[in-house]
């Protein structure tokens, strides 16, 4: 794999995407978008994998998909498709944060179950000033999950986030003192989700999300409670707290 081009490591239930252009703020280009979506299929289709964190080298989270290329070319539908296919992957997903924050990379990380970020984060979408349009996914998680008002102090006014007001808003979950303690603490996440059972998390995550994008499938949402009442692993884990141990899910 060329050098620049997202890496995914598996480690057990744990996968790693790691974006790898510092020199460019890691800046997207369309290979990235592909690579990104084919790292995303292959975790989906490993089953021992329950957490997905992603991260980045060098002094930036992501400056979003390359301006440059961006005229002949719907950069929205691209990112769209890519901030989808995140936001419903079965893995619970983490975004480690180590830095600015721009453009359709703050969709990519809104698509992220968890966000953590330090003091040196900043976040700003230039959309309005370029004259691209938000793509609808993109509009929606923002107003889901930072509320209409955010949505449009971002989106349409152009504000510029410091790393307090992005923790204020809700789009960072934790904000930590500098990148060791970052560190430290998504690998503390991920070691913790990773603990839980299979099962009840990637259901649990898959009703939230519907609920708050106000399409929750009743049926669906009691046939894995079902499924999950009826687990190994649901009586595993009634097992390991009446014995006071650490449960040992095995996703059935």
């Known amino acids: 794999m060329p050098q620049h081009i997202p890496a995914l490591e598996i480690d057990g239930p744990l996968a790693r995407v790691t974006l790898r252009r510092p020199h460019v703020a ?101 959309a309005a000033r370029l004259g691209l349009h938000f793509y609808r996914g993109g509009m929606e998680r923002y107003v889901n999950r930072l509320g209409l008002s955010m949505a449009k102090r971002v989106l349409l006014a152009g504000e510029t986030l410091d790393a307090d007001a992005m923790h204020a808003s809700g789009f960072l979950d934790h904000l930590l003192d500098d990148s060791e303690a970052l560190q430290a603490a ?21 009703h939230l999300n519907a609920i708050a994008n106000g399409r929750l499938d009743i049926e669906a949402l009691r046939a894995d409670i079902a499924v999950s009442n009826a687990s190994e692993d649901l009586a595993e884990g009634v097992r390991a707290w009446q014995e006071k141990r650490a449960p040992r899910f095995n996703g059935r």
């Open 26 to 126: 890691n800046r997207l280009e369309l290979i990235d978008l592909q690579t990104l979506q084919a790292h995303l299929r292959e975790v989906e289709a490993t089953p021992s994998v329950r957490v997905l964190l992603l991260r980045a080298e060098g002094r930036h989270f992501c400056s979003g998909f390359n301006i440059d290329a961006v005229p002949g070319v719907d950069a929205g539908a691209l990112f769209e498709s890519l901030t989808d296919a995140w936001e419903q992957a079965r893995p619970v997903t983490v975004a480690a944060l180590q830095g600015g924050v721009y453009g359709g990379a703050t969709d990519l990380a809104l698509a992220c179950d968890f966000r953590l970020g330090v003091r040196q984060c900043e976040m700003f979408v230039p």
């Open 186 to 206: 998504a690998q503390a996440l991920c070691e913790r989700l990773c603990g839980f059972a299979p099962l009840a998390l990637a259901g649990m995550k898959r």
